[in-house]
């Protein structure tokens, strides 16, 4: 009886501690008095959380120095002095590595980038030596890496089962590698499932409980965010609208199936139809700037991109019913403009009453900032469930 009792005051007092530190996130540097009003806790149960997240080293207090008027009462913030965090985003063309403190702030100056590697091995080699080369720059604790991979993550068996756009990464796990070899936990998350906790956690999606992420840079990538949980399917695969047939003879996927809807719909489909309308190679910059200079040469192949993203709004508009449906690329989400044609054509595709229901947004969050996200969210997930 007394052991279940101290269990449950524990359970209780840990969710306390996550609720704070999620107001602590939100609020920015805040006083006790204001962490109080906020949260709705008492003062009491303010301060004991508060001592305890200090001692985790998730949070720091700001020096009364510091501050310019009013009492002197201290204030307390995400740890960034003391703390940190970093994300590893693989990806098909280029990697990237950044240190953050646990605010989540990410800057150019503590960013890596790489070309992705051609073999496995090389991969994880290249970000070991990011990895180590930040990691030297940062004084205080290091909780966590957070891991973004394309492809499919199996949860149950934690690791990448398929990747259709990089097949290094096939039955592989490099956050466990990575781990390995850095002695620094790491957690594995598919890079949509990413975006949707950093567009909760930095973003536009705060507050939301219901909203979907479409991710249609290299591949077609769906994260939902359903009752405020990542919907994960039995092993966490679900939400693949990606492969989907929609042309039975068109060109070939990296899923090895033919016509999927990520070959016509994504940024690099665009890139692929302006690379074989010229007969060589195009990288995305170089797509970038002739579809932005001059658009009316590549009329057909912007169309064509342009009816088949709709398509795959309209199919997750339908599906899931979102309040907020975001979409991250670059080519035609990227820019106003098209992004507004886009949309015009999601009107004839949609059922009237599920769109109605639904803003779609074009969101400029990084995949940077989502593996660090990914990894703040796991860290406040293993102390705690969320309670709402
Ligand atoms: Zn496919």
Not at 19 to 30: K, N
Not at 38 to 63: H, N, Q
Not at 373 to 382: D, F, R
Request: aromatic fraction near 2%; glycine fraction near 10%; proline fraction near 4%.
């Amino acid at each position: 009886m007394h052991k279940q009792n101290r269990i449950e005051s524990t359970l209780l007092r840990r969710i306390n501690e996550r609720r704070l530190l999620e107001v602590i996130q939100q609020q920015g540097p805040s006083s006790r008095a204001t962490l109080t009003r906020v949260s709705g806790l008492t003062a009491p149960t303010v301060s004991k959380a508060v001592d305890s997240l200090l001692k985790r080293g998730f949070v720091e207090e700001l020096d009364p120095l510091e501050q310019t008027l009013g009492r002197p009462g201290r204030l307390v913030r995400m740890a960034a002095d003391s703390a940190a965090v970093l994300g590893v985003v693989i990806d098909v063309q280029t990697c990237c590595v950044v240190a953050a403190g646990l605010d989540g702030h990410v800057s150019e100056q503590q960013t890596r980038r790489l070309a992705t590697p051609k073999t496995y091995v090389e991969l994880l080699d290249a970000i070991e030596q990011q990895c180590r080369d930040l990691l030297g720059g940062i004084t205080g604790r290091v909780h966590g890496i957070g891991v973004s991979v394309p492809g499919l993550v199996n949860e149950r068996l934690q690791e990448i089962v398929f990747c259709p756009n990089l097949h290094l990464l096939d039955k592989r796990n490099p956050a466990r590698d990575l781990a390995d070899r850095l002695g620094v936990d790491c957690v594995l998350v598919q890079e949509t499932d990413a975006l949707c906790l950093s567009e909760r956690m930095y973003g536009d999606a705060r507050g939301l409980h219901d909203f979907a992420m479409l991710d249609v840079t290299t591949g077609l990538g769906l994260g939902v965010m359903s009752g405020g949980q990542v919907l994960a399917g039995h092993s966490g695969m679900a939400g693949e609208v990606g492969h989907i047939t929609v042309a039975p003879d068109g060109s070939r996927c990296g899923c090895g199936n033919r016509g999927c809807l990520e070959t016509l719909a994504t940024d690099m489909a665009l890139v692929r139809m302006l690379a074989d309308k010229l007969g060589r190679p195009v990288t995305p910059d170089e797509a970038a700037a002739m579809i932005g200079t001059r658009p009316g040469d590549f009329q057909h192949e912007i169309r064509t991109a342009t009816e088949y993203l709709a398509i795959a709004i309209a199919a997750v508009i339908n599906i899931f019913n979102p309040t907020t449906l975001f979409v991250h690329g670059v080519l035609l989400a990227g820019s106003d403009e098209r992004f507004a044609r886009v949309l015009e054509r999601v009107k004839q595709r949609t059922l009237t009453a599920s769109l109605a229901d639904c803003t779609i947004l074009a969101t400029r969050s990084s995949k940077r900032q989502a593996a660090i996200a990914a990894i703040m969210h796991q860290l406040t997930n293993t102390w705690a469930p969320s309670i709402r």
